[in-house]
């Protein structure tokens, strides 16, 4: 399989459709007797930007923070600030235009059975979204619809009647994609889409999202720890550690040329197919901080194996190099 990122064309005119601008996501703890309350810092001052109808990707390892950034993208929990930038407006806390938004900006969650009402029939769940937003005048014309949309994602005009216990994992995800296209969204968060699949089941649906992006023009934000799968479907990729981004690159430089520690680490871990070829792995020492009490200056700094005096005063600088290549690090 080949990344989709050496898909130019996937690029478009390179339009900046999303905005995310020091966005921070704090949680508030609560303790029996406690003096003060500590918050758990998920999304820390974090910033970017997707392009229009291009794969962005987040990796990192599990709590760092990759999932609570998507839904504070979606304002499914709001952000504790920051700014969250659609097509040039600043929809940041702006409750009466989420409405009008939720149409443009849908999430495919990662387990596709707690996402589907066991009590709604496939149907009736892909009729919901448009009869909120009255897009069809008539039941036929709605039923039109969703038979369209179940045929687009693999799936026959029988199922419009079953229920989703009835479904596989990978037929009960293909719904839940059909769901989210259905209001023909611009922008969609895939939230570890494929991490409850078997890897047979896997490929049909990347495939799909792939085919689904080229024919109707969707962004995705596309969320996951699997680095093989990143490869496979991002023209850009964010890697997140500690609730921080530490390096973005476009996918092909970022698997050549990692410049940040962590990574190199992350990397290394990725098999190889040559069965004769050799690869040093990078084993990090000890466990990700407390995102309730991270580590000062570099959140890297306790695990990195070139950290120096200055790694634990101060928070790197971005760096950038001439082909979009960003990182935080003091020694990369």
Do not use: W
């Amino acid at each position: 399989m080949e990344s989709s990122s050496k898909n130019t064309s996937a690029m478009g005119s390179r339009n900046v459709i999303l905005e995310i601008d020091s966005l921070k996501k704090y949680f508030a703890t609560q303790k029996l007797f406690a003096r003060s309350r500590k918050s758990v810092k998920a999304v820390d001052n974090v910033t970017f930007h997707v392009y229009e109808n291009e794969t962005y990707s987040l990796v990192g390892e599990t709590g760092c923070g990759k999932s609570t950034l998507g839904r504070t993208i979606l304002q499914l929990v709001p952000p504790t600030s920051g700014r969250i930038i659609y097509r040039g407006e600043d929809v940041t806390n702006a409750k009466f235009m989420m409405r009008t938004l939720r149409k443009d900006m849908q999430m495919i969650f990662q387990d596709p059975y707690s996402a589907l009402n066991p009590r709604m029939t496939i149907g009736q769940i892909l009729e919901e979204p448009m009869k909120i937003y009255k897009l069809f005048d008539s039941a036929q014309a709605r039923r039109k619809k969703c038979l369209e949309m179940l045929e687009k994602v693999g799936m026959q005009a029988n199922h419009y009647y079953r229920y989703p216990h009835e479904f596989s994992g990978g037929q009960r995800q293909r719904i839940v994609i059909a769901r989210a296209l259905i209001l023909e969204p611009k922008v969609i968060v895939c939230d570890e889409p494929v991490s409850a699949l078997d890897v047979s089941i896997q490929s049909q649906i990347l495939n799909l999202l792939t085919e689904i992006k080229h024919d109707v023009g969707i962004t995705y934000i596309f969320i996951s720890h699997d680095m093989s799968v990143v490869r496979y479907v991002s023209d850009r990729i964010g890697v997140m550690y500690l609730g921080h981004i530490v390096e973005e690159a476009p996918a092909d430089d970022l698997f050549k040329t990692p410049y940040h520690p962590y990574t190199q680490a992350l990397l290394s871990a990725v098999p190889v197919i040559e069965p004769n070829a050799r690869k040093e792995r990078i084993v990090l020492k000890g466990e990700m901080p407390s995102p309730i009490n991270p580590p000062s200056g570099c959140p890297f700094h306790n695990r990195c194996p070139n950290t120096t005096d200055i790694c634990s005063r101060q928070f790197p600088i971005r760096k950038e190099n001439d082909s979009d290549h960003y990182v935080y690090c003091h020694h990369a």
